[in-house]
């Protein structure tokens, strides 16, 4: 198995519509320009990109786009499902298609399987993927917790080569930077500075589709050691990361770009567009930091 590299600055890619469908050409202007910005690397069919509402033949179309107009920067590609033959089999028609970098792969959602269930499911995916894989630790949206423990003896397998940190453990997130198997990336915007200043790969940052060029400053300075510009760039853009979760994402950063006017303010239901409060607030905070 290849090893990867994660490092840098990640954009999981949101998914313009258009009267309910993939607006292609929007996504290539999209992903084009996070390019020009210095991105590393972009994730498709993640969470930001409504993944989970695209059906499958979406999610390829979509790839497909993202792929081509990243013009040689790595892809990773979202998979997920309840059962790991099937994961497994996706990988591999995925990656008998598209040049891709990895898959990112959280914990199979609602049926809360124990660690040890956790453990079969991703050595399942493992042993049969053609790539090696970023595991995604998202409780709150899987309602399990990959527990610190579980991580380490996964980090064993040659095709677990990375995780997208979203558990909420510091200590944690430590600890598996500290045993050097796993390349962590923040997966929770407001981590960003503590996983990368503690030694962290990079990070997978949805709120960076705004104000790109500063998000790379700052994870080329923490990557690099340079703490005070680091913290500059932070203090600037902690603002700016509180009001893109302020309701549920993606909506805050789509009503941001279709501000711009990179995408139409469209999401897929149940997900609703940003409050018009939320946006009289992100306007006047993109004033004054520009």
């Given at each position: 198995m290849i090893v990867q590299d994660f490092s840098g600055l990640w954009i999981p890619v949101v998914t313009p519509f258009v009267h309910g469908e993939i607006d292609h050409g929007?996504?290539?202007?999209?992903?084009?320009?996070?390019?020009?910005?210095?991105?590393?690397?972009?994730?498709?069919?993640?969470?930001?990109?409504?993944?989970?509402?695209?059906n499958e033949a979406e999610q390829n179309a979509a790839l497909a786009?993202?792929?081509?107009?990243?013009?040689?920067?790595?892809?990773?590609?979202?998979?997920?499902?309840?059962?790991?033959?099937?994961?497994a089999a996706r990988t591999q028609w995925l990656a008998e298609r598209f040049p891709l970098h990895a898959f990112l792969l959280p914990p199979p959602s609602y049926i809360r399987p124990s660690q040890a269930g956790l453990l079969s499911y991703f050595r399942t995916v493992a042993d049969a993927t053609p790539l090696p894989l970023v595991l995604y630790d998202i409780p709150y949206r899987t309602g399990v917790k990959i527990e610190l423990a579980t991580l380490l003896e996964l980090a064993a397998h040659p095709a677990i080569q990375g995780l997208k940190d979203c558990g909420?453990?510091?200590?944690?997130?430590?600890?598996?930077?500290?045993?050097?198997?796993?390349?962590?990336?923040?997966?929770?915007?407001?981590?960003?500075?503590g996983t990368l200043?503690?030694?962290?790969?990079?990070?997978?940052?949805?709120?960076?589709?705004?104000?790109?060029?500063r998000f790379v400053a700052l994870v080329q300075s923490l990557l690099?050691?340079?703490?005070?510009?680091?913290?500059?760039?932070?203090?600037?853009l902690r603002p700016l990361i509180e009001l893109c979760f302020d309701e549920p994402n993606?909506?805050?950063?789509?009503?941001m770009l279709a501000r711009q006017g990179a995408?139409?303010?469209?999401?897929?239901?149940?997900?609703?567009?940003?409050?018009?409060?939320?946006?009289?607030?992100?306007?006047?905070?993109?004033?004054?930091?520009?």
């Open positions: 929007a996504l290539k202007a999209l992903v084009l320009r996070l390019k020009r910005d210095g991105v590393g690397g972009f994730v498709a069919s993640s969470s930001t990109g409504e993944g989970g509402l695209l786009t993202t792929v081509e107009a990243a013009g040689g920067l790595p892809v990773i590609m979202g998979v997920s499902g309840l059962r790991p033959e099937r994961v909420g453990q510091p200590a944690s997130t430590e600890a598996l930077i500290g045993d050097g198997r796993l390349a962590v990336l923040a997966g929770e915007d407001h981590q960003i500075f200043a503690l030694g962290g790969t990079g990070a997978i940052t949805a709120s960076a589709h705004l104000q790109t060029p690099a050691g340079d703490l005070p510009r680091g913290r500059m760039l932070w203090r600037q993606p909506a805050p950063i789509k009503a995408v139409q303010n469209e999401l897929r239901a149940p997900l609703q567009p940003a409050s018009a409060e939320l946006q009289q607030r992100f306007g006047h905070l993109l004033q004054d930091i520009e």
